[in-house]
């Protein structure tokens, strides 16, 4: 048995973390990782997401084998410290692994102090500014009229914003139909003649008042990306998504003076060099990061308030690949930050409220919250092991699509 380390000089308080642990399940077919975080009372314990479903064992190896021994014996109300600390324990930081590793951790920090003070999370953030988060559905088809159909699903169920995705005949596309089921070629000429007409088509025969979004998933170089850009200008788009990688972020300078199409961008980005100058310099609309790609709550709730300073709206990246936890989490954020903009996130199945119960809810195009202490949110460990994790790559295969000429395509 290891000797916890020397808490703090200030350490007042009795409780102290007693064991973290981390567990693989796959209720909807991807690799979800969970940290749970025990107490030395016995009843008191916290839940985070730690998800990087590309990556998954070598973040469940960071937590295990380095963040466990070092927080072990801490008092879990030490948040911030245990954060910064943690942060800097391997010198080398930024990167995803270690990023998800310290979400999941610090997420379950905050699940416990807020069932230490009987009430949820984004109370501790200083309350509601909503009662609940407007969410976009994800609207695909093989072509502008299934497109329509689809959106009209989401709309009938009372969503006022729809993401809208389209196949491009015989490419890899993203977000639609079978492109997204198969590595192959992609040819970002013939998308970029395609999404135009099909926001053409949306706007002639949907309500007026839905938001339209559009995800370029960063596959386009920068002069694709600013004509695109300004062909989507006469559609009143919400905003377009990801329109250039991380690797040209200088380039979103070029595209923000071309074009009053209002950008979102983030989903990439682990790294505070990265978002820093582009919400600084106010060269996007809306922030995409992933809660727990950045690190957690922690950072995150730092990042909402930067964005409000610059007038830059909220719109965490929250698909599948974020597990029922990470998406309460999220949700802590939307309503309590004053500058939400838009939430992502998906209906998750019968097995995931199973795996997961008291989890948020969808009901008339909103995310809406469990009352519950802390995240609102449980994991049922009998549960998950019923669905045990696919192969590592199992969700790696979207990510393999190369240009005509045979190259290799960011995604």
Request: proline share 9%; charged share 25%; hydrophobic share 40%.
């Amino acid at each position: 048995m290891k000797e916890p380390l020397a808490p703090p000089p200030w350490l007042a308080s009795d409780l102290r973390i007693r064991r973290v642990r981390v567990a693989v399940t796959a209720p909807e077919g991807l690799p979800l990782v969970i940290v749970k975080i025990e107490t030395t009372e016995p009843e008191l314990y916290g839940v985070g997401c730690a998800t990087f479903t590309q990556r998954p064992y070598p973040v469940v190896e960071a937590i295990e084998k380095y963040l466990a021994p070092f927080i072990e014996g801490r008092d879990p109300a030490d948040i911030e410290d245990i954060y910064q600390a943690s942060a800097v324990s391997s010198y080398w930081r930024g990167g995803p692994v270690l990023n998800y590793a310290l979400a999941g951790v610090d997420l379950a920090l905050w699940d416990i102090k807020g069932k230490l003070a009987g009430m949820p999370v984004y109370q501790l953030l200083g309350g509601r500014c909503r009662e609940a988060a407007p969410i976009y559905g994800h609207a695909s088809g093989r072509d502008a009229v299934e497109v329509e159909e689809d959106a009209r699903r989401f709309i009938d169920d009372g969503y006022r914003y729809v993401r809208c995705q389209v196949d491009v005949a015989g490419m890899s596309t993203y977000g639609a139909g079978e492109g997204r089921k198969r590595a192959g070629q992609w040819d970002p000429g013939a998308y970029v003649r395609a999404i135009p007409n099909l926001f053409a088509h949306l706007r002639e025969n949907l309500p007026g008042e839905i938001e339209l979004i559009h995800d370029v998933h960063e596959r386009l170089a920068p002069p694709d990306a600013v004509h695109l850009a300004k062909e989507l200008e006469p559609f009143r788009l919400f905003f377009l998504e990801d329109p250039l990688p991380p690797e040209q972020l200088d380039h979103f300078r070029i595209l923000r003076s071309q074009t009053s199409t209002p950008i979102a961008m983030g989903e990439l980005i682990v790294n505070r060099a990265e978002y820093l100058p582009l919400i600084r310099d106010r060269l996007i609309d809306f922030a995409r990061m992933r809660v727990t790609a950045v690190g957690g709550l922690s950072v995150a709730w730092k990042i909402a308030a930067l964005c409000e300073f610059f007038g830059v709206r909220t719109a965490w990246q929250c698909p599948a690949d974020v597990s029922p936890v990470g998406h309460a989490a999220t949700l802590v954020l939307d309503l309590a930050t004053p500058n939400f903009g838009i939430q992502e996130t998906q209906p998750f199945s019968e097995a995931s409220r199973e795996v997961f119960p008291n989890g948020p809810t969808i009901r008339e195009g909103k995310l809406w919250p469990s009352e519950a202490p802390g995240l609102g949110i449980d994991l049922d460990e009998e549960a998950a092991k019923r669905f045990p994790p696919p192969s590592p790559l199992a969700n790696d295969a979207w990510t393999w699509a190369r240009l005509p000429d045979g190259s290799v395509v960011k995604p």
